[in-house]
């Protein structure tokens, strides 16, 4: 079994490499799109899953840290014969540079970290759900400021003409090292830390956990990855706008992370992938026309119809999403016959009405 | 206009707005005091009150028939609402509810946009609500005035009800203690039910009033209010009842005064303001003004 573990990660690897590279020569641009999208999606849904599923820091600024990253990283690779008069208002010395895709992306994501920072160290001392308040306002606070620094972000307009870099090769590479670096740290020591300070906040800092401060490393490392997704949308899509990172990012964020199952990288592929081939389907009808004999009207609203009920729907029937915290690994296949793997805590719908 | 006249201006708009932030203020506080949740939804609530009484006014109704349709309206929808998805939830973790009421709010908006237009739109104006009228120097309308005199009527009878009546001293208990109210024989999902029905009742009221006031409704209107008045109940303290309305009142102090005193290139960050006050606030005094203290020590 052990052999069987050893070579799952890299077939696994080889396979993806193989279908990315069938995808490369053979898809269309809007596939191409469509399947780099689904990899920026997983990428978001696990670094929410960071914070939110393995932390329980219920974030929903991650379209800000997106944003964040995303307009950073397209500052700093934007061509330098357009910035003069695109985006005039920074500094001389960063108008006259234009910085490889890498180091902007990884800027971009420690943008990202820094706001988290900001964010997070008042709020994440608090008990309760502030920090979706406190996250909320992030998202509204980076949406305002987009809309209004026009010498900066080109404003409602969007950032338009971001060099074409990021190919599926980055993004799923980003994919991979988004999932390596979740994988190992939820399961690291760290991780048991963060897992606990979720669990019993009170039981963690009896066993001598720094409780505020494993929270807030995890937050901010979850904003870094976010960071860095943000920065490979603006180059997948060459076109950066505040509409991207709006409340609808919110809550179609939060639909990925909780229809696939908090705590569950599995369960953020699944449902990255329901939510962004879904609308594809969906998107269609809002136009309105006839379908399969039928005339329809233009059916505004029916994307995020659909997301507002599966939210609801999940809630109501399987709160713990499809995947619920378990993984998709070779070991519980082998052992599924067996009985159950390893047990990770697996936490449903417990009465936890607090008592205060 | 001299300094001082503009000050008290300001004083005045900013009173009006946070009236209308403390009525919507109420509901959000006191169901986070049963139940610890968010509920994103409220807001939402008030946009489906009004649109609901939009067309009772280009029926022509006067005003206190359309605030009327607009109560019943938004009381309906919080309580079916509350039937039906958050009932079966009360004892699940507070994330579901809180995951639960995003998607209910994505839900409202969406289905009113789809059953209306993504127009704007407006009730039809009252030749009295809009009647200008001065007091030293100070240019407001009547509806301002009748908002803050009702906002306190209603906020005067939701302060009888807590203290004075069976259910609001049950409500009191539960907020104090859910599991010893229980044990105690308060039957908790009745008095969640009521909590939902007083809170959307009074958010209806702001909602119509909103619409008199500002016009431009659209089915987003109520997602931003909601959450505002969120940080106001915060500010106040949450789960209090004087800290909802108190901190309406400095959260529409506070965004009138910042809006109106700063240069214009800073005024555009309106929505900016009130969210860095609420991470100030969870920065020095997280308990707000009225509130107990909530800590995980660092």
Known sequence: MIRVRKATIPIALLLLIAALWLAQSQLNAFYLQVLGLLGINIMLTVSLNLAAGYGGMFSLGHPAFAAIGGYTAAVLTYPVAMKAFRIPAYPEWLLQIAVPFLPALILG???????????????????????????????????????????????????????????????????????????????????????????????????????????????????????????????????????????????????????????????????????????????????????????????????????????????????????????????????????????????????????? | MSGSAVFLQQLANGLVLGFLYGLIAIGLSMVYGLLRMINFAHGDVLMVGVFIALPVSWMGAPFPIVLLAGIAAATAVGGLIQWTVYRPLIRSRDVTLLVASLGVSLLLQNLVLMLTSPQPKRPDPEAFLDAPFQIGGVFLRNVDLLIVALALAFVIGTHYFLQNTRPGLAIRALSQDLNAARMMGIRVQRMVFICFLVGSALAGVAGVFIGYKYGHLTPYSGFLPGVKAFVAAVIGGIGSFPGAVVGGIILGLLEVFLVGYLPDQLAQFRDAYVFLVLILVLLIRPSGLFGRAEFVKA
């Not at chain 1, 997070?120 to 998202?139: D, E, K, M, Q």
């Open chain 1, 109 to 356: 994501g420690l943008a990202a970290s820094i706001a988290a920072v900001l964010v997070g160290w008042p709020v994440l001392r608090l008990r309760g759900h502030y920090l979706a308040v406190a996250t909320l306002g992030l998202t509204v606070i980076v949406q305002v400021s987009i809309v209004n620094l026009v010498d900066y972000t080109r404003g409602a307009l969007g950032l338009s003409g971001i060099p074409n870099y990021a190919n599926l090769w980055w993004i799923y590479g980003f994919v991979v090292l988004t999932m390596y670096v979740v994988y190992r740290l939820v399961h690291s020591r760290f991780g048991r830390a963060l897992r606990a300070v979720r669990d019993d906040t009170v039981a963690a800092q009896m066993s001598g956990v720094n409780v505020a401060r494993t929270r807030l490393i995890a937050f901010t490392i979850s904003a870094f990855f976010a960071g860095i997704a943000g920065g490979l949308l603006g180059h997948l899509l060459r076109i950066l706008t505040p509409g991207q990172f709006s409340f609808n990012a919110v809550f179609i964020g939060v639909a990925m992370m909780i229809l696939g199952g908090m705590g569950s990288i599995t369960g953020s592929v699944i449902g990255a992938l329901i939510m962004t081939i879904l609308p594809q389907f969906i998107i269609p009808f809002e136009r309105g026309g006839s379908f399969f004999g039928f005339e329809l009207p233009a059916l505004h609203g029916l994307t995020q119809i659909v997301t507002a009920l599966i939210l609801i729907i999940v809630m109501l029937i399987r709160p713990e999403g499809i995947a619920g915290s378990k993984e998709l690994t070779m070991r519980n296949l082998v052992t599924r016959t067996r009985g159950p793997a390893i047990r990770t805590s697996v936490k449903t719908s417990g009465s936890e009405v607090e008592a205060k």
